[in-house]
């Protein structure tokens, strides 16, 4: 059974920092890419950031650019998401998902997902 388990939301004020973690346990992820998604209320999921099994490569949404980070501990496998500089419009679930593939980039495209993490970003 694979699974997916989030951790590190909460409530920060806007101009603050989180670090999300995604601790991946059933399977060799070996090759895989983890990706970050988030749904704010009301609205689709989306994209947030991608990393490669190596971690050498990663990808951001612009929404998310210069401001989020996405890295891996490979040997602890499990994946992490600073996220600096907080918005309002941060506010979301924040989901991670592992692919076969690191352009997939979609909902449509994960092959296995956590059950979320609420960040609440405050004004």
């Known amino acids: 059974q694979v699974l997916l388990v989030e951790s590190g939301g909460g409530l920060v004020q806007a101009g603050g920092s989180l670090r999300l973690s995604c601790a991946a346990s059933?399977?060799?992820?070996?090759?895989?890419?983890t990706d970050w998604f988030r749904q704010a209320p009301g609205k689709e999921r989306e994209f947030v950031a991608v990393?490669?099994?190596?971690?050498?490569?990663?990808y951001y949404a612009d929404s998310v650019k210069g401001r989020f980070t996405i890295s891996r501990d490979t040997a602890k496998n499990t994946v992490y998401l600073q996220m600096n500089s907080l918005k309002p419009e941060d506010t979301a679930v924040y989901y991670c998902?592992?692919?076969?593939?690191?352009?997939?980039?979609?909902?449509?495209?994960?092959?296995?997902w956590g059950k979320g993490t609420l960040v609440t970003v405050s004004s």
């Open positions: 059933g399977r060799t992820f070996s090759g895989w890419a």
């Open positions: 990393i490669g099994w190596s971690g050498g490569s990663t």
């Open positions: 998902a592992a692919a076969s593939s690191f352009n997939r980039r979609t909902n449509s495209g994960m092959d296995y």
